[in-house]
């Protein structure tokens, strides 16, 4: 699969996954996909914890309102420094979009399934610290989504994106030609 093949298939799976382990060897080229993403000023703001073992899993699943992803035998969790970065800007959330880009596009490119989980997570709730607190992150890191990783057991609904006429255009706004 190439980089354009896994944008396509790239899709949010909130479905049941299959009870096959993910190599340790596939969760770290996965992170090492986030951690090749850009970053403003190079401050690479965005870490991860690669969570596979049953006890965790089953501690951080217990904390979630939504069960996205709790049949799936790993989770990329996604930490964040909001850091200042070029004349007191930040780009920690920018930083930290490419980077689960990045790391969605390796997920699919190995014949997994994902979905981006951050409202549940960083919501009122604030589940993020509570996820964060079981896997020993400083407070100075936010846990600002997870990603499950696994094999699906099943093909998942795609969504329906507006027409690229709607949203690409060249020279001018809303101009075709
Ligand atoms: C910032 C952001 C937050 C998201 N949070 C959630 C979430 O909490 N739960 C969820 O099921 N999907 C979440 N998603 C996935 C979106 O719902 C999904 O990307 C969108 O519906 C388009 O579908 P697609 O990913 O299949 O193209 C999130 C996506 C983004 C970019």
Redesign the pocket.
């Given at each position: 699969m190439n980089t354009l093949e896994a944008m396509a298939a790239?899709?949010?799976y909130?479905g049941t996954y299959q009870n096959t382990p993910v190599p340790r060897e596939h969760l770290m080229k996965i992170m090492e996909a986030g951690c090749a993403a850009p970053s403003g000023c190079n401050l690479q703001t965005t870490s991860f914890i690669a969570v596979d073992d049953p006890e965790t899993l089953a501690r951080l699943h217990a904390l979630l309102r939504?069960p996205?992803g709790i049949t799936a035998p790993a989770m990329i969790c996604v930490l964040s420094q909001k850091l200042p970065s070029y004349h007191g800007r930040y780009y920690h959330v920018q930083d930290y979009?490419a980077a689960?880009e990045n790391i969605l596009l390796a997920i699919t490119d190995l014949g997994y399934a994902s979905?981006?989980?951050?409202?549940?997570?960083t919501d009122e709730h604030a589940i993020g610290r509570k996820m964060a607190d079981i896997l020993h992150v400083p407070e100075e890191y936010d846990l600002v989504?997870y990603l499950p990783v696994g094999i699906p057991a099943e093909e998942g609904p795609?969504?329906k994106?507006k027409p690229l006429t709607d949203r690409a255009w060249f020279n001018a706004f809303r101009k075709t030609q």
């Open positions: 790239r899709y949010s909130r939504k996205v979009g689960i979905c981006w989980v951050e409202g549940y997570v989504a795609r969504v994106k």
